[in-house]
C-alpha cells in the first residue's frame, strides 16, 4: 500500500541555518502531497502542498518539489528561527480514498 | 485556529471501559476524518464520514465507530479499551471529499490504564 518514509530526528540546528528534511514516498496512483507542522501543545497544520509533479508549494519560508521520478518530496527553508521548532510530517493523499498518510514525523529544534 | 474544536482535551480511562470524544467541524464541511496519533508517530487514519456515513475506514478493529451528525459535530466511539488504545486522537474536517484541505483540531489525549 502507499507510504511515506521522512528522515528520523531529532534535528538540532542553529538559528539562520539551512534546513532540509527528506522525505520519500510510495503510491500506486496520482498522490497530493503534503508538509504538516505541529507545534507544542497543538493539533497538526498544513504547511504546504502539491498536487501534480514538478509542483513547487511553499509558505513561511520553506518549500517542497514534488519530484516523481525519484519519488520525494523534501522540505527546505534557507534561514530557520527558534520558531520553527515543531514536529514536521510529511504526508500523502489518494483521491481514491480520501485518507491522509504521514510520515512518522522529525522533531525539529533550533538553538539560538 | 483552524475552526475545529475536540473535547475533551485530556481523558484517562481503564481498561475495559468505553470512551466517546467529540468533535466540532467548521461550518459548512461536509467531511470529517479521526486519526490516532500514538507517541512518536504519525497519524493513522481511522475512519471518515461524509454526510452522516463512513465513507472509508483504515486498518481498525470494530470497536472503533463513529458518528457524523448534521450539525457538523462528530463523535469517534471505543468500546473496550486497550492499554495501546492510549494516543492522541485527531479529527479533521474538510469542505468536500477528493483531496480537499483538512483542518484538524488539537486533539484528545487518551490514557488507557
Known amino acids: 500500500g502507499d507510504s511515506v518514509t521522512q528522515m528520523e530526528g531529532p534535528v538540532t540546528l542553529s538559528e539562520e541555518a539551512f534546513l532540509t528534511i527528506n522525505c520519500t514516498y510510495t503510491?500506486?496512483?496520482?498522490?497530493?502531497l503534503f508538509w504538516y507542522v505541529q507545534y507544542p501543545g497543538e493539533g497538526l497544520q498544513l504547511l504546504l502542498k502539491?498536487?501534480?509533479?514538478?509542483d513547487k508549494g511553499s509558505n513561511k519560508g520553506f518549500e517542497a518539489t514534488y519530484r516523481k521520478e525519484t519519488t520525494s518530496f523534501h522540505l527546505e527553508k534557507g534561514s530557520v528561527q527558534v520558531s520553527d521548532s515543531a514536529v514536521y510530517f510529511c504526508a500523502l493523499s489518494d483521491d481514491r480514498d480520501d485518507k491522509i498518510i504521514f510520515g512518522k514525523g522529525t522533531r525539529l529544534h533550533i538553538l539560538p | 485556529e483552524t475552526g475545529v474544536t475536540q473535547s475533551p482535551t485530556h481523558l484517562i480511562k481503564t481498561r475495559g471501559q468505553q470512551v466517546t470524544l467529540r468533535c466540532s467541524s467548521q461550518?459548512?464541511?461536509?467531511?470529517v476524518s479521526w486519526y490516532q496519533q500514538a507517541l512518536g508517530q504519525g497519524p493513522q487514519f481511522i475512519f471518515q464520514?461524509?454526510?452522516?456515513?463512513?465513507?472509508g475506514r483504515g486498518n481498525f478493529p470494530p470497536r472503533f465507530s463513529g458518528l457524523q451528525f448534521p450539525n457538523y459535530s462528530s463523535e469517534l466511539n471505543v468500546n473496550a479499551l486497550e492499554l495501546d488504545d492510549s494516543a492522541l486522537y485527531l479529527c479533521?474536517?474538510?469542505?468536500?471529499?477528493?483531496?480537499?484541505?483538512?483542518?484538524f483540531g488539537q486533539g484528545t489525549r487518551l490514557t488507557v490504564v
Open positions: 479533521a474536517s474538510s469542505l468536500d471529499r477528493g483531496g480537499t484541505e483538512a483542518f
Open positions: 464520514y461524509y454526510r452522516e456515513e463512513e465513507n
Open positions: 461550518s459548512g464541511h461536509n467531511t
Open positions: 502539491a498536487t501534480k509533479a514538478d
Open positions: 503510491a500506486t496512483g496520482y498522490p497530493s
